[in-house]
């Protein structure tokens, strides 16, 4: 599967975003797909993932409450939708998927093959 991820851009601090990931070659069917960011100089960090048979979901506390994950089985394509933006959330988002994944490894990201070209997202204060 190939995935494609968009909708970063630039928004004030309070503001929303919604980020897409979209499959290719392969629907996301029986995949975990999970969102990933990361900041200048900081490691990547699980933010959200869904099952997709499921639709059983997890998040980072730190976004708990203000992000939702969701998916569109029409359009093979899971959504992040981003609530009450804060400057510490900017980073460059990824889009994962993996069929392997487990509940003890959905935070990590080496349990994922499949990888998104990423999206910036920057948050001003």
């Known amino acids: 599967v190939q995935l494609q991820a968009s909708g970063g851009g630039l928004v004030q601090a309070g503001d929303s975003l919604r980020l897409s990931c979209a499959s290719s070659?392969?629907?996301?069917?029986?995949?975990?797909v999970g969102w990933f960011r990361q900041a200048p100089g900081k490691e990547r960090e699980f933010v959200a993932g869904i099952r997709w048979n499921s639709r059983i979901t997890s998040y980072r506390d730190s976004v708990k409450g203000r992000f939702t994950i969701s998916r569109d089985s029409a359009k093979s394509t899971v959504y992040l939708q981003m609530n009450s933006l804060k400057p510490e959330d900017t980073a460059v988002y990824y889009c994962?998927?993996?069929?392997?994944?487990?509940?003890?490894?959905?935070?990590?990201?080496?349990?994922?093959?499949?990888w998104g070209q990423g999206t910036l997202v920057t948050v001003s204060s």
């Open positions: 994962a998927a993996d069929r392997n994944v487990i509940s003890s490894t959905v935070r990590d990201s080496r349990a994922y093959d499949h």
């Open positions: 070659g392969d629907t996301f069917s029986g995949y975990v």
